[in-house]
């Protein structure tokens, strides 16, 4: 698998090395790799990833927002997330 999350390789193998042992994680960074301007549901996401598990894609994606990868938009209703692009 390779990740599409940055422009730069090197950052691209850090990442993948960093989440190799969370496959929800590196399932949640490629699917919004390739949709990088996105926001999305927690439940477009769950649907979004095959297999995906409610449980293990929350926890997933608050370890994302934790570790300064996603973006979280709170709202009343429902909150979105985004990849957080770093432009070089």
Do not use: W
């Amino acid at each position: 698998m390779t990740l599409t999350v940055s422009k730069s390789s090197e950052r691209t193998t850090q990442l993948y090395s960093k989440y190799e042992d969370d496959f929800h994680c590196v399932e949640l960074l490629e699917f919004l790799g390739k949709h990088p301007y996105t926001r999305f549901s927690r439940l477009a996401l769950v649907h979004a990833i095959n297999n995906g598990k409610l449980i293990a894609i929350d926890k997933a994606l608050k370890r994302l927002v934790n570790d300064g990868l996603l973006r979280e938009y709170p709202d009343k209703i429902v909150t979105l997330y985004s990849l957080i692009i770093d432009e070089e």
